[in-house]
């Protein structure tokens, strides 16, 4: 095997994987060969350059080589220069920035007696921040029950940890710790992240499990565990902690978008960016040095910072932090996963090289990124979106897709319904605006065409996006698209009936019951998440402005109990929004509620909700808006954009 370095340099590999001579055994020759394929050992195979057997044979090649240096410059006699110790250039260059790290040429825990760790910084390990990082790590029972959790269930959202490695590691970990050695500080930061993330989507009965035997609610544990994570990190130097630490602060950045606090996930996802950067990962190949392996787990690494950047920029209406013309990264292998009986499932990585693909595509057109949209960029965003949607394999289609995978690997179902949502929201992106005109007999032929359109798509995201939900409720309840898409495409519906004096939206009777939908998934998630019962309020507002003929009232009443989630008593815990901590004052449910209702303005007679614990009053006022906290909503959410700058002291016609 040849294998192209970043400078170009052509470095010839062995024949055979270290595997298959170890077994001696014939390979494949490829990356990862057969055998270690099959095998489920892909992560073990590794093909060595040639020239290593030479750099291996010994240190005493290098000794004598630097005792040839002494004896030259002791026979040369003169120059100052020839008096340098030639063990300590190689480090000094490397302080300087010319050579690199050596943690950063290897991937995960390195276990005991080969700590990444200098000897100047061997205070770290016996710091405060890592006894108080210990003391928020669950004892090994309950962190085995988390780790199975999040290797199970919560890795398949972005599957940015590769559990055959990560199982190995963990293992090793807690023999050092039990016995006494050493402990990494990147891995031990990684290992609490872990935690953090599986706390954030556990089932009900393990939920109850873990608070009734560790005495604390799943939310005072994950965030107790993220300080401590936290305080951890801050002791790892810029550029020092390698891959490890790379991973850890994407889980820091993913803990906060499941919290909702948005900013700092973005700014946590910046640090992850730039230390990757540190490791050249957005370069399209790696030194000689680093394995086959390594190199995809970089390639994998740097396709999820990628992805989450051109999203959370969307998303927050923030310039890219990658800039897009300096990279030349190559798209992970999606077949590493893949054995002979296994080899038509899905890879767990699939959906994330998917995303990275439309951003690049996207990040191409001109002017996209951080301006205002043209209907002609409007146009372009559109076909390169449907063209990417129309390359999805069988599995991920939008039309009649395979689904034989779906009940023995849920998180095929899952990563489906995220890429359909994701293209929607693209399309639609543009549109919005189209949605909060109200669009009189004088308007341009293009304006409709695009309200059209606007509509359409947006009935296509409602529909995808209750998809998206019915995989993650209730247990991953706090995914953030949950709320966040179902609850932002129903407030633009809302404005769109609301402006439409002419009462000629296209699929207006569509459009309401979309609506109404989303006020029910609304209504489920404000019983688990602060953010579900903001957006809840918030939709009840809004539709109770809106004027509707007796017909369509019909239609907003036709929620079913079942749809309203009605027939089982909520229990009766009550949450601050100010700081967001529960009260219980009972324990016979195990269901949180958001009690935040109580200064809704009740809706008119016509909307009259039977709706437990929501009592039906008359006169709303939009006004109200401006009083509510948004929370978190309010990091990516403007409610100005819906344009309801009408009069609202006037009556309202139901």
Not at 49 to 59: C, E, V
Not at 396 to 422: E, F, G, M, S, T
Not at 484 to 510: E, G, M, N, V, W
Request: hydrophobic residues 35%; proline residues 5%.
């Amino acid at each position: 095997m040849i294998r192209q370095t970043r400078h170009g340099e052509a470095i010839r590999l062995a024949t055979s994987c270290t595997e298959c001579q170890r077994r001696k055994q014939k390979c494949s020759r490829e990356w990862p060969c057969y055998h270690c394929q099959s095998r489920r050992i892909s992560h073990l195979c590794q093909f060595v350059p040639k020239t290593s057997a030479r750099i291996a044979s010994g240190k005493s090649g290098h000794v004598d080589a630097t005792k040839g240096v002494h004896q030259r410059s002791k026979n040369s006699g003169g120059d100052s220069l020839s008096n340098v110790d030639a063990l300590n250039v190689t480090e000094d260059l490397r302080v300087l920035g010319y050579l690199p790290d050596p943690q950063n040429l290897q991937t995960g825990y390195n276990g005991p007696g080969v700590s990444s760790i200098t000897r100047d910084e061997s205070q770290r390990i016996f710091s405060p921040e890592m006894e108080n990082a210990l003391q928020a790590l669950p004892p090994k029972p309950y962190a085995d029950i988390l780790v199975q959790q999040f290797l199970n269930d919560t890795n398949y959202h972005y599957y940015c940890l590769y559990p055959p490695t990560f199982t190995k590691d963990y293992s090793q970990w807690w023999a050092d710790r039990t016995s006494g050695q050493t402990l990494n500080i990147e891995f031990t930061c990684l290992l609490l992240r872990v935690c953090t993330c599986s706390l954030q989507f556990l089932g009900t009965k393990l939920r109850q499990k873990l608070e009734l035997e560790l005495g604390e609610t799943t939310q005072c544990l994950t965030e107790r565990s993220h300080r401590a994570a936290r305080l951890l990190s801050n002791t790892i130097s810029p550029g020092k902690g390698g891959l490890t630490q790379i991973q850890q602060l994407f889980l820091t950045s993913f803990w906060f978008k499941t919290e909702a606090r948005f900013i700092e996930s973005w700014h946590i996802l910046a640090a992850a960016i730039h230390e990757a950067q540190e490791l050249g990962m957005y370069k399209g190949s790696f030194g000689a040095t680093i394995t086959e392996f390594d190199c995809e787990m970089r390639r994998r690494v740097w396709c999820l910072l990628y992805a989450w950047d051109w999203q959370m920029s969307l998303l927050l209406s923030r310039p890219p932090i990658i800039n897009d013309i300096c990279c030349s990264f190559e798209l992970p292998r999606i077949q590493l996963e893949n054995t002979d009986s296994f080899h038509e499932v899905p890879s767990p990585i699939a959906h994330m090289v998917l995303q990275c693909q439309l951003g690049r595509a996207i990040c191409k057109i001109p002017g996209v990124v951080g301006g205002l949209i043209s209907p002609a960029q409007a146009e372009t965003i559109q076909q390169e979106v449907e063209k990417w949607l129309a390359s999805f394999p069988p599995t991920y289609r939008v039309a009649d897709p395979n689904i034989q995978w779906d009940k023995d690997y849920q998180y095929v179902a899952l990563q489906r319904c995220q890429l359909h949502v994701v293209g929607y929201m693209m399309i639609l992106s543009p549109l919005k605006g189209y949605l909060t005109r109200d669009l009189g007999s004088g308007s341009p032929g293009s304006e409709s065409s695009f309200r059209t359109r606007a509509v359409s798509i947006s009935l296509k995201l409602m529909e995808a996006s209750h998809r998206l939900f019915n995989c993650i409720f209730p247990a991953s309840a706090k995914f953030h698209f949950a709320t966040f898409l179902i609850f932002d495409t129903a407030s633009f519906l809302c404005s769109a009936l609301i402006h439409d004096s002419a009462r000629d939206l296209p699929q207006r009777k569509k459009v309401i019951e979309a609506v109404r939908l989303a006020l029910s998934l609304m209504e489920k998630l404000c019983r688990l998440t602060k953010s579900g019962a903001i957006s809840y309020a918030i939709l009840r507002r809004l539709m109770a402005k809106l004027s509707l003929s007796p017909e369509e009232t019909l239609i907003l009443h036709a929620l079913s109990l079942e749809d309203l989630g009605i027939g089982q008593e909520p229990p009766n815990i009550q949450v601050d929004l100010s700081s967001g901590s529960p009260r219980q004052t009972s324990t016979q449910s195990v269901v949180p509620t958001f009690e935040i209702f109580s200064d809704i303005p009740e809706t008119s007679n016509s909307l009259d909700w039977a709706i437990p614990g929501m009592a039906a009053t008359q006169n709303p006022n939009l006004n109200d808006l401006t009083d509510i906290d948004f929370g978190e909503l309010d990091q990516i959410w403007d409610w100005e954009n819906l344009d309801l700058s009408f009069d609202i002291s006037s009556p309202v016609v139901m």
